[in-house]
């Protein structure tokens, strides 16, 4: 069992950054597909970036593509969500997820993660 756990969030306004960070408690990173979604009130979770194993290849939401970025440290403790020029609609519960399946390069999808961390929530004020 992995236990993902996400912090960073908080409150910002318009145009500004946050880094997101998610570890797991007492294991390294580096046989997971990790991933990015969010939800926001109302609305269904859904993707927003994610990155492969070697930190090779990342895949982005077309919402957020050139305002976020998702990496992974070299001692794959942690993977980390910069975004940038947030908007309010950025405004959501943002999760962390881990994959395990090898046959995944890259997981943009829901059912492909099998550890899904707490929530860190993201406000932007307009």
């Known amino acids: 069992q992995v236990q993902l756990v996400e912090s960073g969030g908080g409150l910002v306004q318009a145009g500004g950054s946050l880094r997101l960070s998610c570890a797991a408690s007492?294991?390294?990173?580096?046989?997971?597909?990790m991933g990015w979604f969010r939800q926001a009130p109302g609305k269904e979770r859904q993707f927003v970036a994610a990155?492969?194993?070697?930190?090779?290849?990342?895949s982005y939401a077309d919402s957020v593509k050139g305002r976020f970025a998702i990496s992974r440290d070299n001692a794959e403790i942690a993977v980390y969500l910069q975004m940038n020029n947030l908007k309010p609609e950025d405004t959501a519960v943002y999760y962390c997820?881990?994959?395990?399946?090898?046959?995944?390069?890259?997981?943009?999808?829901?059912?492909?993660?099998?550890?899904w961390g707490q929530g860190t929530q993201v406000t932007v004020s307009s």
């Open positions: 997820a881990a994959g395990r399946d090898p046959s995944f390069t890259i997981a943009t999808r829901q059912f492909e993660y099998d550890y």
């Open positions: 990155i492969s194993r070697s930190g090779g290849t990342t």
């Open positions: 007492g294991r390294t990173l580096s046989r997971y597909a």
